[in-house]
């Protein structure tokens, strides 16, 4: 995000393609899972470690307004999590609504986004375990989009002339022993995505 600050072309702006918020800290949670708590240090939320938020530059990194959150559980929101979503009002897309009409929720979440540069993250544990085993939480298990779905909605996002970066996280190849097949696939679809921006 601070790349993208740097472009100088308005508010920067992110789309955070996950099945949770992402945004306990150290005090709302016994979890040491720092990736459980990036976002709330991007936000610089109460509790948050001072040394953390600080190493991302000026803060807060990101304002509510500049998250987009497409593919969340509620049901796997902890209690600070569903506050704070209602605190700072973030804008969510839930899981089922991804499955439901993919590209209708990649653009629904993109209109909400500020009109700068766009970096969409996307956490692999969003997906439906049973249909892509690759994610380090099995917590998806038969629940969410499938890597299909998650392609359609992504080659929606990389069309908008605002994205500039995609990240990926939450990939864990040691999950798909039971279906080898499962990390090629997804290395496709990734290229099919990354060839959309090519056009």
Request: aromatic content about 4%.
């Amino acid at each position: 995000m601070v790349g993208l600050r740097r472009l100088g072309s308005g508010a920067p702006g992110l789309l955070y393609v996950d099945r949770h918020y992402d945004i306990n800290t150290p005090e709302s949670t016994t979890d040491g899972a720092l990736d459980w708590m990036g976002l709330a240090h991007a936000l610089a939320l109460p509790g948050c470690v001072d040394t953390l938020i600080d190493a991302l530059g000026p803060r807060p990194l990101l304002e509510a307004y500049q998250v987009a959150w497409l593919g969340v559980e509620p049901r796997q929101a902890t209690d600070w999590e569903r506050e704070q979503a209602g605190r700072l009002g973030l804008r969510m897309t839930t899981s089922k609504a991804l499955a439901a009409d993919p590209a209708g929720a990649a653009m629904a979440a993109l209109d909400q986004l500020p009109p700068g540069p766009l970096a969409v993250h996307l956490d692999v544990d969003v997906l439906d375990f049973t249909d892509a085993p690759l994610a380090e939480s099995t917590d998806g298990r038969n629940t969410g989009p499938t890597l299909g779905q998650v392609e359609e909605a992504l080659e929606v996002a990389v069309r908008d002339p605002r994205v500039r970066a995609l990240s990926i996280g939450e990939l864990n190849p040691t999950r798909c022993a039971g279906d080898p097949a499962a990390l090629a696939r997804f290395a496709s679809s990734i290229a099919r995505i990354l060839a959309v921006t090519a056009h």
